[in-house]
């Protein structure tokens, strides 16, 4: 069974932070995703990364997935309160075909205080 | 109408009743999905849908019961269910291609009494 591990489950910042999340596995995944969830809202996508040590951008966003394809990292630069919401990562399940069939991770609440 | 669409945003029923969720698509999409968000617990897969036909039941009980009549449309027939069947469900939809991000629509919050 391919698990995905979030850290840390909970992160209260002051605006203008900066902030790490991590996603683990001891599994290879093909590909991974990150996800934000608004209250009230399902999850919207970020970004997805392909490539061992692949870096991507996303204005004050910056995700990389490992080497090894076994774990991203998410970082946000000089955090704001629009930042605040559930992040998730994803990766497609073991076997079959790689769309829609993910493994989530239990997310992190991230909260950014003005 | 664009995006995806479910009905209705909050239900409550007793363990004997039966009612159903809806999701719409309006995206375009060949596959369609549901997915369980529980407290403290990870997003968890239900059901997959590929151009009508499911494709993959994650070893849900009986007690829940997908129909998808078109590529469009999704439910979740829902009877006898349990307390701890309280969660947010999840519609999603894809195009059928590798590294296809799925579009989730807002949930409907069940509370089973």
């Known amino acids: 069974t391919q698990l995905l591990e979030q850290s840390p489950q909970f992160l209260s910042i002051q605006e203008g932070e900066n902030l790490t999340v991590y996603c683990n596995s001891s599994s290879v995944f093909s590909s991974l995703q990150w996800y934000r969830q608004e209250p009230g809202e399902g999850p919207v996508l970020l970004v997805t990364?392909?490539?061992?040590?692949e870096v991507k951008k996303l204005k004050r966003l910056t995700f990389q997935f490992g080497d090894a394809r076994k774990d991203s990292s998410l970082h946000i630069t000089a955090a704001q309160p629009g930042d605040t919401g559930l992040y998730l990562c994803?990766?497609?399940?073991?076997?079959?075909?790689?769309?829609?069939?993910?493994?989530f991770g239990q997310g992190t609440i991230l909260t950014v205080h003005p | 109408e664009t995006g995806v669409t479910q009905t209705p945003r909050h239900l409550v029923m007793g363990m004997t009743n039966k009612k159903s969720l809806k999701c719409e698509q309006h995206?375009?999409?060949?596959?369609m999905y549901w997915y369980k968000q529980s407290a403290k617990k990870p997003l968890e897969l239900m059901f997959v849908y590929n151009f009508k036909e499911q494709t993959e039941n994650n070893s849900v009980p009986s007690r829940f019961s997908p129909e998808c009549p078109n590529s469009s449309h999704l439910f979740l027939h829902l009877h006898t269910l349990q307390p701890e069947d309280s969660a947010l469900y999840l519609c999603?939809?894809?195009?059928?291609?590798?590294?296809?991000?799925?579009?989730f629509g807002n949930g409907t919050r069940l509370t089973v009494t």
């Open positions: 999603a939809s894809s195009q059928i291609w590798r590294y296809s991000p799925l579009h």
């Open positions: 995206l375009g999409h060949n596959a």
């Open positions: 990364v392909v490539t061992g040590g």
């Open positions: 994803a990766g497609p399940n073991a076997g079959g075909t790689s769309y829609g069939k993910l493994t």
